[in-house]
T-cell receptor, first 113, second 111 residues
C-alpha cells in the first residue's frame, strides 16, 4: 500500500529538549516536504527536499532542521523546541512534476510546554 | 496579500444542495491547482486537480479554473453530511518548487 508514515502521532515535550519526527514514504517519490498547520493559517511549508542530499527552506524554517540521506526518509528535527512550535505537523511526498498529487502522512500533534 | 486566499467560512448548505467553494491566487506563475479535503484532525486528501482553464468534472465534484481572473473554484453537487470538512485550495509554483495552500474553507452540510 502506497503510504507516508510519520511517527510519533502525538508528542508532548518540554522546552529545549531535542526531538525528531520521522517520515518515510514507500512510493519512490523525489519530492518530500514538511508542513505545520495552525488554526486560521492553513498549511505552511517548513522545509522541502527535491532529492537525496538536496534540501531547501520553506516559508517557516526557523527552529527546524531536516536531512535527506535516503530517498524514502525525511526526518524533521527540532533542536531546541519552544512553545510557539506547538502545532500539527504533516509530512508529504510527491513526484517532482507540476501536476503531481501530494500524499500526506497521518500528522504529528506536537505540544511543547 | 496571501498567495492563495480562501474564505474561512463556515459555509453552511442543506443536504442535497450545491456547495460552491472559491479560491483566488496572486502568482500568475502558478501552474497547477488542487483541492484537498481535510476532516478535523486528519491529513488532507486530494479531491481534484486542474491545470487548464475551464471545468473538470469527477463524479459530484467540478473544479473550475480561470487563469485570467486568477480564480479557482470547487462545486460539490448533491452535498452530503459526509462532505462536511475543511477544503484546502493549493497552487503549485513551479519556479519555486512549492505547493502553496490557502487557509481552507470549512463546509457544513446539514440534514
Amino acid at each position: 500500500e502506497a503510504q507516508v508514515t510519520q511517527n510519533p502521532r502525538y508528542l508532548i515535550t518540554v522546552t529545549g529538549k531535542k526531538l525528531t519526527v520521522t517520515c518515510s514514504q514507500n512510493m519512490n517519490h523525489e519530492y518530500m516536504s514538511w508542513y505545520r498547520q495552525d488554526p486560521g493559517l492553513g498549511l505552511r511549508q517548513i522545509y522541502y527536499s527535491m532529492n537525496v542530499e538536496v534540501t531547501d527552506k520553506g516559508d517557516v524554517p526557523e527552529g527546524y532542521k531536516v536531512s535527506r540521506k535516503e530517498k524514502r526518509n525525511f526526518p524533521l528535527i527540532l533542536e531546541s523546541p519552544s512553545p510557539n512550535q506547538t502545532s500539527l505537523y504533516f509530512c508529504a511526498s510527491s513526484q517532482l512534476l507540476p501536476g503531481s498529487e501530494a500524499f500526506f502522512g497521518q500528522g504529528t500533534r506536537l505540544t511543547v510546554v | 496579500q496571501k498567495e492563495v486566499e480562501q474564505n474561512s467560512g463556515p459555509l453552511s448548505v442543506p443536504e442535497g444542495a450545491i456547495a460552491s467553494l472559491n479560491c483566488t491566487y496572486s502568482d500568475r506563475g502558478s501552474q497547477s491547482f488542487f483541492w484537498y479535503r481535510q476532516y478535523s484532525g486528519k491529513s488532507p486528501e486530494l479531491i481534484m486537480s486542474i491545470y487548464s482553464n475551464g471545468d473538470k468534472e469527477d463524479g459530484r465534484f467540478t473544479a473550475q479554473l480561470n487563469k485570467a481572473s486568477q480564480y479557482v473554484s470547487l462545486l460539490i453537487r448533491d452535498s452530503q453530511p459526509s462532505d462536511s470538512a475543511t477544503y484546502l485550495c493549493a497552487g503549485w509554483r513551479g519556479g519555486y518548487n512549492k505547493l502553496i495552500f490557502g487557509a481552507g474553507t470549512r463546509l457544513a452540510v446539514h440534514p
